[in-house]
């Protein structure tokens, strides 16, 4: 199930939403964790990558030979 990142405009907290892109698609209304408001917005998050089993954030010449170099 696909993660989702909020931000709250009351209290600035970041958090997470784990729901279907069914959910998603008819509209997702979450609640800070924190304050309990609804004044959220959706944050744009960076894809991970799954090696090993474990997620890695995708980002560009983290290492030897990354990116053609």
């Known amino acids: 199930m696909p993660t989702y990142e909020f931000a709250c405009f009351d209290c600035g907290e970041e958090f997470e939403?784990?729901?279907?892109?069914?959910?998603?698609?008819?509209?997702l209304k979450p609640a800070c964790p924190t304050c309990g408001s609804t004044?959220?917005?959706?944050?744009?998050s960076r894809p991970g990558i799954n090696i090993g089993g474990?997620?890695?954030?995708?980002?560009?010449?983290?290492?030897?030979?990354?990116?053609g170099a």
């Open 17 to 27: 939403v784990r729901a279907s892109m069914s959910q998603k698609d008819k509209g």
């Open 39 to 44: 004044r959220v917005t959706p944050l744009l």
């Open 54 to 67: 474990k997620a890695r954030p995708s980002s560009c010449c983290s290492g030897p030979g990354c990116c």
